[in-house]
C-alpha cells in the first residue's frame, strides 16, 4: 500500500500515565502510529508493553482515575478523539470504531442475551426498529460463522464456548459497519483451530467490507499472516515499525531481532510465546530518558543509558528506535 | 424451576416441624409455669383442676401433636370457615391462649395490621431510599456523597434503633412535640385529618427501623455495584457507545441487583424480630410487643404459635430468595 494514502486514523505523541498509590506507572510513551484505510496493522510486544493501553486510550476506554492521558492526538475523520465531548465520543464508540477485547470469557454481560446485546448498538447508533435490529443481529452472527444464528439469538453467554464467545464479541463489534476495528489479541485465548477460524473470517471480512484493523497479539506467527504492516511496542513505547515483509526480512530493533529468534518458522509452526527473551520487562515508573531495552540488549553502550533513542527512518516506510540505525552511527 | 420450588417446599414440611419440635421442647423445658401468676389463695386441688383444664397434665408428646394439629387443620378450617362462612372446623378445639383465654389466631390478626403497617412500611421505605444510595455511592465512590452515606450507615448499623427511638421521642416528641411518642393503635383511619395523624404517629416508629434497614442494604448495594464497575462487561458496554445511565443503570444494576435480592428477601422475617425492639419503645401494640406480653406471662401457647410462625416466615422467604436468584440470574439452573 502507498505511503501517499491519507490515514484514516493518525495518533501522535500519545502519552497515558496511571496514577497509583505506589506512584506513576507511564504505560504509554509517545507513541506515534497512522492507520490507512482498508489496512491491516499488527501491533506485537511482550506482555505489559503498553499494547491494550494504547489501543484503549484512544476510545477512553481505560479506568480513569487511575489513567490519565497525559498527551497526544488522535487525529480520526478530521477530529482529534481525545478532545471529543463525551456525547461525540459514545458515537465514534461502536459506531465508528469497533473494539473487540482480550478475554471473551468476561466481556460480554452474563444476564442479557447474546441477541439483545448485538441489538443495543444497532438500536442506538443506526436507530434500527426491534424488528430491524433482530434482523440484522441475525446476520451478523451468520457473518461470523455461528450455526444456526435465528436460534441462538435468545441464548446468553454462559451458552457459548470460547470460541464462539470472541465471534459474538466480533459481531458487536462489526454491526454498525465501524471503519475501524481494535481486536486486542482476539485469538489468544482460543486453540488453534479456532483460532484459525477466525483469523480467515478477519480477513473475509476485511475484503468485504474494506474497514481498517488493528490487530493486538502476542503472536508473530499470526502477523506474518494477516497483517500489512507491522509495529513492535516494548517498554510503552513504538520500537519498531515496517510492512510485514521488510520487518521479518530485515528486522533492525534488538528487540525485534530477539522476538524473530523466538518463532521457529514462519509459515510452518506457530511462534512461542514472546517472553522468552531473557531479562525482565521494564520498569516504567518514570517518563524513559533511557532506551527502556538497554538492560537487555546484547549491544547495548553507554549512551543507551542516558538517551532515549528516537525513531529513525531507514527508508521502505521502516523504522527503528535504536541508536544502532541512527544515520551518523550506522555509516560509522 | 418448578419442579424446584415443588421440591424445596416438600422439603420444608420435615424442616418446620423439626423447627416446630425444638421450639416446643425448649418451652417444655424453660422454668416458669402458667399458674404462677395466679393468686396464693387458689387451692391446690382447684389449681390442678385448672391445669387440666388447660391441658397441662397430659405427657409433652401428646400436647405437641395436639398444637400440630390444632396449627395445621384446625385452625385453617376457621380460617376456610371465616372466608366462606362453611363450618368445616365443626366446632373443634382451637389453640388458646393462657393468658387472655382467646384463640391465639384471634389476637394475631387483632395485631397484624400494625406490625404491618409500621414495620413493613418502614421495610419498604428502607429498601427504596437504600437502593439509590448504594447506586449512587458506588458510582461515585469516595465522593463526599459517598463518605456521607458512609458515614450515616455506619451510625444507622451500628446505633441500636431503642437508642434512636428514644433519642427521636426525646427530641421530637418531648421538646419539640411534633410527633406523638406513643402508637394510637384505636385510631381509625376514615377522613384526611385522621390519615394525617396516622401518618404522624407513625413517622417516628417507621424512620427508626427504616434508618436501620437502609443502612444495611445501602452498604449490600455498593458492595455489589462496585464489584461490577469493574467487570470486563463494562467496558464492553461503553465500547458499544452505550450512554453512561444504560452503562450504570442497565448493564451493571442489573447484575448488581442477584445478591441485593437475595439480602432483600431474606431480611424480610428478620424485620419482625428486630420490629419486637422499636415496637416496644414506641408502644406499637404489634406481633412484637404480643410476643413480648406472652413471654412474660408463660402463654405458651402464644409464644409457641408466635415463634413457628418466625421460623415459618423465615423458611419461606428463603425459599423466595432463591427462586428469585435462579430467576434472576440466567447462569443458575436448579432443575
Ligand atoms: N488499571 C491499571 N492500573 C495500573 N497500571 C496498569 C493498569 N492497566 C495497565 N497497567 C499497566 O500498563 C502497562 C501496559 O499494560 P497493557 O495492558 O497495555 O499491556 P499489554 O501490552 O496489553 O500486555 P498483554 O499482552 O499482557 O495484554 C502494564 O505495565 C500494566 O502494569
Ligand atoms: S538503543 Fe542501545 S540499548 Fe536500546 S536497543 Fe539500541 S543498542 Fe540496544
Ligand atoms: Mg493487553
Avoid at chain 1, 447474546?114 to 451478523?140: C, N
Wanted: hydrophobic share 45%; charged share 20%.
Amino acid at each position: 500500500m502507498p505511503d501517499t494514502v491519507k490515514p484514516i486514523l493518525s495518533v501522535e505523541g500519545l502519552q497515558t500515565v496511571f496514577n497509583t498509590r505506589k506512584g506513576e506507572i507511564h504505560a504509554v510513551n509517545h507513541v506515534d502510529f497512522d492507520l490507512r484505510a482498508g489496512e491491516l496493522l499488527g501491533v506485537v510486544g511482550e506482555s505489559g508493553s503498553g499494547k491494550s493501553v494504547t489501543m484503549m486510550s484512544l476510545l477512553k476506554l481505560l479506568p480513569m482515575p487511575p489513567a490519565e492521558v497525559r498527551n497526544g492526538r488522535a487525529m480520526f475523520d478530521g477530529r482529534d478523539l481525545l478532545q471529543l465531548s463525551d456525547d461525540e465520543l459514545r458515537t465514534v464508540r461502536g459506531g465508528e470504531i469497533g473494539f473487540v477485547f482480550q478475554d471473551p470469557m468476561t466481556s460480554l454481560n452474563p444476564v442479557f442475551t447474546v441477541g439483545f446485546q448485538i441489538m443495543e448498538p444497532l438500536r442506538t447508533h443506526m436507530g434500527l426498529s426491534k424488528r430491524d435490529a433482530k434482523k440484522r443481529a441475525q446476520e451478523l452472527l451468520e457473518l461470523v460463522g455461528i450455526p444456526d444464528a435465528a436460534r441462538r439469538l435468545d441464548d446468553y453467554p454462559h451458552q457459548f464456548s470460547g470460541g464462539m464467545r470472541q465471534r459474538v464479541m466480533i459481531a458487536i463489534a462489526l454491526a454498525c459497519d465501524p471503519k475501524v476495528l481494535i481486536a486486542d489479541e482476539p485469538t489468544t485465548a482460543l486453540d488453534v483451530t479456532i483460532q484459525a477460524q477466525i483469523l480467515e473470517l478477519m480477513k473475509d471480512l476485511r475484503d468485504r467490507l474494506g474497514m481498517a484493523v488493528i490487530w493486538i497479539t502476542h503472536d508473530l506467527g499470526v502477523i506474518a499472516g494477516i497483517a500489512d504492516r507491522v509495529m513492535v511496542m516494548y517498554g510503552g513505547q513504538v520500537v519498531e515499525h515496517a510492512p510485514v515483509k521488510e520487518l521479518f526480512r530485515n528486522p533492525q530493533h534488538p528487540y525485534t531481532k530477539a522476538l524473530l529468534k523466538t518463532v521457529p518458522s514462519l509459515s510452518g509452526e506457530r511462534a512461542k510465546r514472546l517472553t522468552v527473551i531473557e531479562g525482565q520487562p521494564p520498569i516504567l515508573s518514570s517518563a524513559p530518558n533511557a532506551c527502556s531495552f538497554r538492560d537487555r540488549c546484547p549491544h547495548a553502550m553507554p549512551r543507551c543509558g542516558t538517551e532515549n533513542p528516537a525513531r529513525y527512518g531507514i527508508g521502505n516506510g521502516h523504522d527503528a528506535a535504536c541508536f544502532l540505525v541512527e544515520p551518523e552511527v550506522a555509516h560509522v | 424451576m418448578l419442579t424446584y420450588t415443588i421440591r424445596r417446599l416438600l422439603l420444608a414440611i420435615p424442616t418446620l416441624l423439626f423447627i416446630a419440635l425444638v421450639i416446643f421442647l425448649l418451652l417444655e423445658l424453660s422454668p416458669g409455669d402458667p399458674m404462677a401468676q395466679m393468686p396464693m389463695s387458689i387451692p391446690p386441688e382447684v389449681k390442678e383442676r385448672m391445669r387440666e383444664a388447660l391441658g397441662l397434665d397430659q405427657p409433652w408428646w401428646v400436647r405437641f401433636y395436639l398444637w400440630l394439629y390444632q396449627f395445621f387443620v384446625v385452625e385453617p378450617q376457621y380460617w376456610i370457615d371465616g372466608l366462606f362462612g362453611t363450618d368445616l372446623a365443626e366446632g373443634a378445639q382451637r389453640i388458646i391462649s393462657f393468658q387472655s383465654k382467646s384463640p391465639v389466631f384471634d389476637i394475631i390478626a387483632e395485631r397484624i395490621p400494625q406490625t404491618l403497617w409500621v414495620v413493613g412500611m418502614s421495610y419498604v421505605v428502607g429498601v427504596l431510599i437504600a437502593l439509590p444510595i448504594g447506586i449512587a455511592s458506588a458510582y461515585y465512590q469516595y465522593s463526599w456523597f459517598d463518605q456521607i452515606g458512609t458515614f450515616i450507615s455506619m451510625v444507622g448499623f451500628s446505633v441500636p434503633t431503642f437508642f434512636t427511638g428514644v433519642l427521636l421521642i426525646v427530641v421530637f416528641s418531648v421538646n419539640l412535640g411534633w410527633f406523638p411518642s406513643i402508637y394510637d393503635t384505636t385510631l381509625v383511619v376514615d377522613s384526611w385529618a385522621s390519615l394525617g395523624q396516622q401518618i404522624k404517629q407513625m413517622a417516628m416508629p417507621v424512620f427508626v427501623l427504616a434508618l436501620y434497614n437502609a443502612a444495611q442494604i445501602s452498604r449490600f448495594m455498593r458492595a455489589s455495584m462496585l464489584d461490577n464497575l469493574g467487570q470486563d462487561y463494562v467496558r464492553t458496554a461503553r465500547a458499544k457507545g452505550m450512554r453512561e445511565k444504560v452503562v450504570v443503570l442497565r448493564h451493571v444494576l442489573r447484575n448488581s441487583m442477584i445478591p441485593v435480592v437475595t439480602v432483600i428477601a431474606l431480611g424480610v422475617p428478620q424485620v419482625f424480630g428486630g420490629a419486637i425492639i422499636t415496637e416496644q419503645v414506641f408502644k406499637v401494640n404489634g406481633l412484637g410487643q404480643l410476643l413480648i406480653l406472652a413471654v412474660q406471662g408463660n402463654d405458651i401457647p402464644m409464644v409457641m404459635t408466635l415463634t413457628f410462625i418466625f421460623a415459618v416466615l423465615i423458611v419461606l422467604f428463603n425459599l423466595i430468595a432463591d427462586v428469585l436468584y435462579g430467576l434472576l440470574d440466567p447462569r443458575i439452573r436448579y432443575d
